[in-house]
């Protein structure tokens, strides 16, 4: 069986890492022009190495996608002041990488993991949407997460107290905790976070600029499914979990750890729809 592998060539500092095709004839194959040379005065955080690129070539390029993954995963840092990309990339392996056939909006780029892990995992700094499987590989499109620029963000909070089989989050501004908020080798690409209703952090102020969150990963839910987690449901108890449904389903049926014995309301969701309403509770 035909595999691919992405390594680097024993990267020394300074050095320059040269990207091309890694067996030919293998499907997906990338060959771009250009090298990547590492850079100390990009400023990284976490421990990330720093490289400036020429051409249309990445650090983390790959060159073939099959059945296994080892690669940087790296996010951009604009144009330096020499006409080069500037990248900020992990110092070791992942098995995440950088794979250029995810067709991804204008600004994000697409990458390709094994198992459970996701790139925003491994780099804080990338923000990346729900996995998809493809191909036996989980396929996301992530992009740079300004987070120190004001945009919204997570993490995990062990202070909140939260029930067995949830973990507890603290969030800014409107932000909700997302499967690259939970870490390396605790992320579960398949299914998203589910969320009980927010709690304002008392760090936040009078302003509520903090909130905090119990979540966990559900099983998939069934095809056709209309419940979604809803932040806007009103006249729910703390440490409850909202859903907007536009169908017949409840979210009891969707989610089976879930309990809705409060009723239903009909109403609008936060997106803007008619839906009937529940507020539910997380059964052990």
């Known amino acids: 069986m035909l595999a691919w592998v992405v390594r680097a060539m024993r990267l020394s500092w300074p050095s320059i890492l040269a990207v091309a095709a890694i067996g030919a004839g293998c499907s997906g194959q990338v060959i771009s022009s250009g090298s990547c040379l590492t850079d100390s005065s990009i400023a990284c955080q976490n421990g990330f190495v720093g490289y400036s690129c020429t051409g249309a070539v990445r650090p983390d390029e790959i060159a073939s996608v099959n059945h296994v993954v080892t690669g940087f995963v790296c996010d951009p840092q604009g144009t330096q002041a020499s006409g080069a990309e500037g990248f900020c990339c992990t110092p070791s392996l992942t098995d995440c990488a950088y794979d250029p056939r995810t067709v991804c909006p204008d600004g994000t780029f697409g990458y390709s993991c094994m198992g459970t892990n996701r790139p925003d995992s491994f780099d804080p700094q990338l923000t990346c949407t729900q996995g998809i499987k493809t191909g036996g590989l989980i396929a996301f499109c992530c992009g740079p997460n300004f987070g120190d620029a004001g945009v919204a963000s997570c993490a995990r909070n062990a202070n909140f107290p939260c029930t067995t089989g949830t973990l507890g989050f603290r969030c800014t501004g409107s932000a909700l905790p997302t499967e690259g908020d939970l870490g390396v080798d605790q992320s579960r690409s398949e299914t998203p ?55 017949t389903d409840t979210p009891d049926q969707d989610y089976p750890r879930m309990a809705c014995n409060e009723g239903s309301v009909p109403g609008t969701s936060s997106l803007g729809y008619a839906a009937t309403l529940y507020c539910c509770t997380l059964v052990q």
């Open 193 to 247: 976070l589910l969320c009980s209703l927010p709690t304002p952090d008392p760090l936040g102020g009078a302003a509520g600029a903090l909130n905090d969150y119990c979540c966990y990963a559900p099983t998939q839910a069934p095809i056709g499914y209309s419940c979604l987690q809803d932040q806007t449901v009103q006249g729910c108890r703390k440490g409850d979990f909202g859903f907007a449904c536009k169908g």
